[in-house]
């Protein structure tokens, strides 16, 4: 058994800043092969899109909206990963959701996390 343990989240005022955390905890995760782990975010009425990727080798991918204000991190050894959203706007409003994929494409998801920009 395994679980995504997200934190975070938060009411920020547009321009200011949020650290989201991710870290894997179980057994589940020690045999598996992780691929890449990254962020994806649902506002309301819309679907879920990708914010952010980073493999297991480094590589980085962003969504266009994100370029240059989010930043994507991990901690191989403790199987965590990192969102660091500066200059929020109010249409980052979503809820975040951690993700881990491995080396067979299987989907491991966290349970969210609110993130409102809001003056």
């Known amino acids: 058994q395994g679980q995504l343990v997200e934190s975070g989240g938060g009411l920020v005022q547009p321009g200011g800043s949020l650290r989201l955390s991710c870290a894997a905890s179980?057994?589940?995760?020690?045999?598996?092969?992780?691929?890449?782990m990254g962020w994806y975010r649902q506002a309301p009425g819309k679907q879920r899109e990708l914010v952010g990727v980073?493999?297991?080798?480094?590589?980085?991918n962003y969504a266009d909206s994100v370029k240059g204000r989010f930043t994507i991190s991990r901690d191989s050894a403790s199987d965590t990963v990192y969102l660091q959203m500066n200059s929020l706007k109010p249409e980052d409003t979503a809820v975040y959701y951690c993700n881990i994929r491995d080396s067979a494409y299987t989907d491991y998801w966290g349970q969210g996390t609110q993130v409102t920009v809001s003056s």
């Open positions: 179980g057994s589940i995760f020690y045999n598996i092969n992780i691929k890449s």
């Open positions: 980073i493999t297991s080798d480094g590589k980085t």
